[in-house]
């Protein structure tokens, strides 16, 4: 058996529905490929599994809140890592989403000409 627990709803959401899903391509080949995976391995499971969702940042009694606790500063050096300039940001937003000059003008608060470059 298989247990997975995590503070992520949108995580849960997709374990626990994946399994009786019907796959279709998306535009995200990296998430395409993940899901797939994911997918493959629920089908090809002969154990069950059992998907928690629990409440982040909680400080709730009990092992599971205590586990989540230590997960959370475990990845916490992620959280505090730098981050990039908002013209880095700015550029990284457009390249996945691919906004146009005046919504990362607003997004960003750059001026037309950063926001055009």
Known sequence: PFN??????????????????????????AL??????????????VHPYYVLHVRSHTNLPGFVAEGNARADKLAHPAWGAPQPGTLAQAKASHGFFHQNAHTLQKQFQLTPTEARN
């Open 32 to 45: 395409f490929h993940l899901l797939k995976t994911l997918w493959c391995a629920i089908q090809a499971r």
């Open 4 to 29: 997975l627990v995590t503070d992520s709803a949108y995580v849960a959401d997709i374990a626990q529905r994946l399994g009786y899903s019907v796959l279709k391509e998306v535009s995200n080949p």
